[in-house]
């Protein structure tokens, strides 16, 4: 099992030209928001109508029947993590607990009191900054700077976005977070697109993060794809370099030539994600 683009595969090792029929991906459960989740896939080689099940949090998420055919053993070792084979995302980046392997396919009852059993309390957040768009008031709010950088709206679609004013010179937008007590843990929602036009037309941006405003860690690459476009998300945990502090900053970089828009920060509409485009999410240390 792995994420692909934040949602579970579950995947068996079937006869190579069957090999979609041993794929199951759990298309509407997206987990890879910050939050603790119990995932479970389970088999049935019994057959049987869905006899291949992906479970999030207790929930049936996804199924599907997979043919009555034997699987093959694979030749490398169990790993946990990160693997080698189907699927290119298949290098876990977060944090792995409590696995259990069983010899047999678990009910749907026994899964809910597993889940109900182990399940975490909700996190609380002691600061939340979210916006669903450039245009949205919120994206306003905590901004710090802005260095050749404006918003743009696009008929259709209504897609808008952030990008540089004028190709040829970075574009900068930061953002400025001050707590009463120093940051603990944050978790960053956010997407750049790069573009690339040819002809020496492109586009590549970068996300950083400092809790001093001074020294920088980059937590997002946006390179100039091969192809025409590119989103670049990141949903992850702020390292510890940039916490400790009663500071946090936030600061997107852009480099366009040729054209000043093939570099876009928070892009809202047309194929982009749905919901909020940023959300910055964060807990404090508690008072002495």
Same mark, same amino acid.
């Given at each position: 099992?792995?994420?692909?683009?934040?949602?579970?595969?579950?995947?068996?090792?079937?006869?190579?030209?069957?090999?979609?029929?041993?794929?199951?991906?759990?298309?509407? &459960?997206?987990? #890879?928001?910050?939050?603790?989740?119990?995932?479970?896939?389970?088999?049935?080689?019994?057959?049987?109508?869905?006899?291949?099940?992906?479970?999030?949090?207790?929930?049936?998420?996804?199924?599907?029947?997979?043919?009555?055919?034997?699987?093959?053993?694979?030749?490398?070792?169990?790993?946990?993590?990160?693997?080698?084979?189907?699927?290119?995302?298949?290098?876990?980046?977060?944090?792995?607990?409590?696995?259990?392997?069983?010899?047999?396919?678990?009910?749907?009852?026994?899964?809910?009191?597993?889940?109900? %059993?182990?399940?975490?309390?909700?996190?609380?957040?002691?600061?939340?900054?979210?916006?669903?768009?450039?245009?949205?008031? #919120? #994206?306003?709010?905590?901004?710090?700077?802005?260095?050749?950088?404006?918003?743009?709206?696009?008929?259709?679609?209504?897609?808008?976005?952030?990008?540089?004013?004028? &190709?040829?010179?970075?574009?900068?937008?930061?953002?400025?977070?001050?707590?009463?007590?120093?940051?603990?843990?944050?978790?960053?929602?956010?997407?750049?697109?790069?573009?690339?036009?040819?002809?020496?037309?492109?586009?590549?941006? &970068?996300?950083?993060? &400092?809790?001093?405003?001074?020294?920088?860690?980059?937590?997002?690459?946006?390179?100039?794809?091969?192809?025409?476009?590119?989103?670049?998300?990141?949903?992850?945990?702020?390292?510890?370099?940039?916490?400790?502090?009663?500071?946090?900053?936030?600061?997107? %970089?852009?480099?366009?030539?040729?054209?000043?828009?093939?570099?876009?920060?928070? %892009?809202?509409?047309?194929?982009?994600?749905?919901?909020?485009?940023?959300?910055?999410?964060?807990?404090?240390?508690?008072?002495?």
């Amino acid at each position: 099992m792995v994420l692909q683009q934040g949602k579970p595969v579950f995947y068996l090792n079937g006869q190579e030209e069957e090999l979609n029929d041993f794929t199951l991906t759990g298309s509407n &459960s997206f987990v #890879a928001d910050g939050l603790w989740h119990h995932v479970l896939a389970t088999w049935d080689k019994k057959g049987g109508e869905g006899n291949m099940k992906i479970y999030i949090d207790g929930i049936l998420a996804a199924q599907k029947t997979s043919p009555d055919l034997d699987l093959t053993t694979p030749e490398w070792p169990l790993q946990i993590g990160g693997g080698m084979g189907l699927i290119p995302e298949s290098h876990f980046r977060g944090t792995i607990d409590d696995i259990r392997i069983y010899n047999r396919a678990l009910s749907s009852e026994e899964v809910k009191e597993l889940y109900d %059993r182990e399940k975490l309390k909700p996190l609380e957040w002691d600061f939340t900054h979210h916006y669903e768009n450039v245009m949205d008031p #919120a #994206a306003q709010t905590y901004l710090y700077s802005v260095v050749n950088a404006v918003k743009y709206a696009e008929n259709a679609g209504n897609a808008c976005y952030w990008a540089p004013e004028v &190709s040829g010179k970075e574009a900068r937008g930061t953002y400025k977070y001050s707590f009463e007590e120093a940051t603990k843990t944050a978790w960053l929602d956010a997407i750049l697109w790069s573009y690339n036009f040819g002809g020496g037309r492109f586009g590549k941006g &970068s996300l950083w993060a &400092s809790k001093d405003g001074e020294n920088w860690t980059q937590i997002l690459d946006a390179p100039t794809p091969d192809g025409k476009d590119a989103p670049y998300h990141v949903q992850e945990h702020l390292p510890q370099a940039v916490l400790g502090a009663r500071e946090l900053w936030l600061q997107t %970089r852009m480099l366009t030539e040729g054209i000043n828009i093939l570099s876009q920060y928070s %892009r809202y509409g047309l194929r982009d994600v749905s919901g909020k485009v940023y959300s910055l999410k964060v807990n404090l240390e508690p008072e002495n």
